[in-house]
């Protein structure tokens, strides 16, 4: 459907689909956040703690973290500073780059990763995969791919 000025409107069925992406993405993203609550974190500290634990040394440069969590350099700072005040990580100087910084993952972060893996993987589970027939599950991959990597691609344009 178009208009004068030439915008191609999504049709009903494009409308239901976006619509639907986008309450089961703020639905699913709200659930998650409230299971994680009970142990004092936040998705964001959950998603970089997952990331300094699946990264060598349990360390990532603060750049690579910023970019591996779509966090502007400024705001990963400050959540970088709520969790060193909770102990979970620590900075640390970047011996080959005198201004470049590490986040790194204490063995209380590492402990507290342990204990809140389980929790979040049931819950991703009881409130996603587990509401989709096997069959679905690889439709959605299949679906999602693509724009995801498009969306990659444009994030490396900017």
Known sequence: METENGTHWLSDEEQRAWRTHLDVSRLLTYQLERDLQPFGLTMNDYEILVNLSESEERRMRMSDLASATLQSKSRLSHQITRMENAGLVRRENCESD?????????????????????????????????????????????????????????????
């Open 98 to 158: 005198r201004r470049g910084l590490y986040a790194v993952l204490t063995e209380h972060g590492w402990d507290t990763m342990r204990k809140v893996a389980p929790h979040h993987v049931e819950s991703v589970r009881k409130h996603f995969i587990d509401l989709l027939a096997p069959a679905d599950l690889e439709s959605l991959y299949g679906a999602l791919v693509p724009v995801a990597d498009h969306l990659r691609a444009e994030r490396g344009r900017v």
